[in-house]
């Protein structure tokens, strides 16, 4: 069916839909009330079968278990009518009560399979914030439902199991919806209409709850709701959306804290003390166990929450400082890193007495072999080559000792850098060029190296042996050159060299 013949069958659902619950709400409680309240909910039930069907979803076993659960609610009104209308009673509890409970399940545990598959069951910054919001509804439907109806419900144990278990029922499907709105994912026209169907129906339970504990229910308002809320399920498995209520959406992976949250939270954690303060200005009966234990709890989630904030904090600075200090394409340390980490072998290698050496290596004719096979396999060959080097670094520092140590990093383009503490210039210089056998795709570098004489700065050093690279690329490439030693400064005699032999290494090494 095309995309246009599905938006008009989804319109003409919505007309009907909307135009008969209307119409029963406005009608006068009798059976010809409920054979249209049961024509609409059976109707709608096979409309959500007919989208499933037709839209085969990826995780199709939410959907299924939500009609599930939207099957046994009208089989249960069914079973009401029945009582009502053919056989004349009104027993309580009954067959149907039982239905009812169950559907209650049946619907949270469809929820709980849409938000598994959108990831949402490790997520615990998620679980924190639908448990906050759960505990603030948790007292307000005690104070208003649970408790009241309690005391009305007479000395039967099986009544008072039902008062209590009718909220309970609601609040299971509340925390299931608010968990579902926490997930990451696609808000599409189906997650809205599924997300609307729900509200719908706590609203017009709830308001039917507390309708029965003062008075007899007649219908009237409190239907058109219930009616709605099935006319919301269908829509949603009618519309092709709901494919994609699943996925992940644009990339994220981790739940946004939008002001829109925050301010949810923040009205959830004012419930118990605003509780209190309204029994309080207008002289109803204090709720104390009821306040103090939810205050608790709810104090303790928002601290849950706040570490979990802190963590991810953590996490992010983490991150960044790593982007930071790494070069995105190698992993290797970048210049920044290189830089700073020259300045501190130079401090350590001068309180140690320890020779230092700076080597630069630059892959030869990098520019035509990215012309000549394109860039992306100019960025293997830079990540191959790096980590072959890298690998051969490590195996031939890893028994050097602690006086001695070796780090690669990517200076920029296709050049590198080494830095080498330990190793006078001819081992410093040897080491380099034990690095070109093991370049790839037949490729090879050609390196300077220059030995730090103790005094000079970062930069200076670092710029001899960077002219000791481009001595080797104009003697022929595929070599490694030795810097010659700083000269003199003016007014100073020339300074003791720190690596002993380091005067002798100044031929090419080839």
């Not at 559907?103 to 545990?109: E, G, K, L, Q, T």
């Not at 109806?149 to 039967?156: D, H, P, V």
């Not at 058109?224 to 994609?244: D, E, G």
Request: some cysteine; charged content about 15%; proline content about 5%.
């Amino acid at each position: 069916m095309s995309r246009a013949r599905v938006d008009a069958l989804i319109r003409l659902h919505l007309a009907v839909g909307v135009s008969l619950s209307v119409v029963c709400t406005l009608m006068p409680a009798g059976l010809w009330h409920d054979v249209l309240y049961t024509f609409i909910s059976f109707g709608c039930v096979a409309m959500m079968v007919v989208g499933i069907r037709r839209h085969r979803p990826p995780a199709s076993l939410g959907w299924w278990v939500v009609t599930a659960g939207i099957v046994v609610w009208a089989a249960a009104d069914v079973l009401w009518a029945v009582y009502n209308w053919i056989l004349h009673i009104s027993p309580f509890p009954s067959p149907a009560d039982a239905l009812y409970l169950i559907s209650y399940m049946v619907i949270a545990a469809g929820f709980w399979c849409f938000v598994r598959a959108r990831r949402g069951e490790g997520d615990r910054e998620g679980f924190t914030d639908a448990a906050i919001f759960t505990v603030g509804s948790v007292l307000v439907s005690w104070v208003l439902l649970m408790r009241p109806g309690l005391e009305s419900a007479g000395e039967s144990a099986t009544e008072r199991v039902l008062a209590a278990a009718y909220p309970l029922g609601d609040l299971l499907m509340l925390a299931l919806l608010v968990r579902l709105l926490t997930t990451t994912g696609s808000r599409t026209p189906a997650f809205r209409w599924l997300v609307a169907g729900n509200a719908l129906l706590l609203v017009a339970d709830c308001a039917y709850q507390y309708t029965s504990m003062t008075e007899t229910y007649t219908g009237g308002l409190i239907t058109l709701p219930w009616l709605l809320s099935y006319v919301c399920f269908s829509t949603a498995a009618l519309h092709p959306s709901m494919r994609r209520l699943t996925d992940i959406g644009s990339g994220e992976t981790d739940p946004q804290f939008t002001r829109g949250r925050l301010l949810a939270l923040t009205l959830a954690s004012l419930v118990a003390p605003g509780t209190l303060l309204l029994q309080l200005a207008l002289g109803l009966r204090v709720e104390a166990w009821a306040v103090g234990l939810s205050s608790v709890v709810l104090f303790l989630l928002v601290v849950w929450r706040m570490s979990g904030l802190l963590r991810r904090l953590d996490e992010q600075a983490s991150r960044l400082a790593d982007l930071a200090r790494t070069d995105a394409l190698t992993n290797l340390p970048n210049r920044r890193t290189s830089d700073a980490e020259l300045e501190r072998l130079q401090t350590r290698a001068r309180a140690e007495g320890s020779p230092l050496c700076v080597a630069v290596l630059d892959l030869d004719r990098f520019k035509s072999f990215n012309d000549t096979f394109g860039h992306q396999a100019g960025d293997s060959l830079l990540v191959a080559a790096s980590a072959a080097w890298k690998a051969h670094l490590d195996a031939v520092g890893a028994g050097a000792g602690p006086d001695r140590s070796v780090m690669l990093g990517r200076w920029g383009g296709e050049e590198f850098v080494v830095l080498l503490l330990g190793h006078d210039l001819p081992a410093a210089a040897t080491l380099i060029d034990s690095l070109r056998p093991t370049t790839p795709a037949g490729q090879t570098f050609s390196a300077g190296v220059s030995g730090w004489d103790g005094l000079e700065s970062a930069g200076e050093v670092f710029a001899r042996a960077d002219a000791a690279l481009y001595a080797a690329k104009a003697g022929g490439r595929d070599q490694v050159r030795v810097a010659d030693p700083p000269g003199p400064r003016s007014g100073e005699a020339p300074a003791p060299k720190v690596q002993p032999g380091a005067a002798a290494a100044t031929e090419p090494v080839t």
